[in-house]
C-alpha cells in the first residue's frame, strides 16, 4: 500500500513539474522578445487573418514562434483583423501585438500633425497651415469668408451665429477655430476639413457651458470677443478671470474697454506702448476709438480665457497693468480708480 501511494505521489509531482514547466515556457514564448524598441511598421495585407501573418510577425522578429502564436490566437481568439499598417515593437509581449492589432491600423505615415498656439489671430494660422500643408495662406483665408461654406457652417454648430458674417469683420470664423494639434490625414487636405477639425474642437470645450452661454446676456459671439481680448491681456492663468471682470465692469459703467490688444489688431501691431495717433485708428476693432466690445474676436482664445470671460471673477475692478519694464515679473496690478492705475503706471512702469 506504501508502494502505490509513493508512486501516486511521485506522478503527482511529476505531473505538477511538467504543467509549471509548460506554463513557464508558454510564458516565455508569449513574453516580449527584446528589449529594443525601436519602431516597427508591421503592414498586414488585405485579407488577412491573425493566423495568415504568424510568419511574417516571426520574420520582423516580433514573436519567438509561429507555433505558439498561432496557439495563442485559438486560446483567445482575438476578433476580425483590419489590413493596414500598424506600429509595433520588440518590446511588446504577444498580448500587446495582438490587442494592438485588433484595435485596427492607426498608423499613417502621411499624416502631417498640425500646431496652433493659443492667441494666434487667423493670418497667422493661415500662414502656419500654409507651412505645414499645401494649402496657400490665401486659399485658407479664402475658405474662412466663403459665403456657401459659412452657412452650412452656421446650420451645423449651434455656437456659430449670422454674427461671423458681419462684413465689418476681417476673418469670419476668427476667434471659433480651437487652438490644439491637430492630425491631418496628409498635406493635400482641404482647407475647410482643417477648419471644420477645429471648429469640431471648439464644439467639444464650449459644450459643458452651453447653458450657461445660452443664458447669458452676452451672445456667444461677443463671450469669445471678449476671450480673445483676456487671452492677450492677461499674463497669467490666475489672472483671466480678474482681467474678465476688469472689462465687464467698464461695458456695465458705459466706459471705453481701451484695450491694447484691441488697438494692436486695428492697426495690425502690437506695441508695448500705443501713441495718440494709434488710439484716434477708426476701426470697429479699437475700443479706444469705439465703445462697447469690438466687432469680432482679435484671436484664437484658450480654454482658460474662454472659461474665464464665460465665469469673469466679481470685483470692484476698473483698471489693471502689467510690469512689462521688469522681465523677471509677470505681475498684474488691478486698482479700482483711475488715481490708483495712475499710481500704480508711476511705481512700476519706470522704464518710460
Known sequence: MKNYSNVALGLIIISASIIIISCLFFNYQISPISKD??????????????????????????????????????????????????????????HEIVKTLEEGSKYNPDAVMLTIPEGKNMKEIASIVSENTNISSTSFLEAVNDSSFLDEVIENYWFVTDDVKNPNIR????????????????????????????????????????????????????????????????????????????????????????SCATLGYAIGEFKLTYTYQDMQTDSLYNTYYYSGLPVGPGCMPSLESIEAAINPATSDYYYFMANVCDPTSQKTYFAKTYAEHQANVKKYLTCF
Open 171 to 258: 476673418y469670419a470664423l476668427e476667434g471659433y477655430l480651437f487652438p490644439s494639434t491637430y492630425e491631418l490625414q496628409n498635406k493635400d487636405v482641404d482647407a475647410k476639413y482643417i477648419i471644420l477639425k477645429m471648429l469640431d474642437q471648439m464644439e467639444k470645450v464650449l459644450n459643458p457651458y452651453k447653458e450657461k452661454i445660452t443664458s447669458s446676456k452676452y451672445s456667444v459671439h461677443e463671450l469669445l470677443t471678449m476671450a480673445s481680448i483676456v487671452e492677450y491681456e492677461a499674463i497669467l492663468d490666475e489672472d483671466r478671470a480678474l482681467v474678465a471682470s476688469v472689462f465687464y465692469n467698464r461695458l456695465d459703467s458705459n466706459m471705453k474697454l481701451q
Open 37 to 94: 524598441d525601436t519602431e516597427v511598421v508591421f503592414e498586414v495585407p488585405k485579407g488577412s487573418t491573425f493566423s495568415s501573418i504568424s510568419s511574417k510577425l516571426k520574420e520582423a522578429g516580433l514573436i519567438r514562434s509561429s507555433s505558439f502564436y498561432k496557439l495563442y490566437i485559438k486560446l483567445f481568439r482575438p476578433s476580425t483583423l483590419e489590413a493596414g499598417k500598424y506600429k509595433l515593437n520588440k518590446t511588446m509581449s504577444m
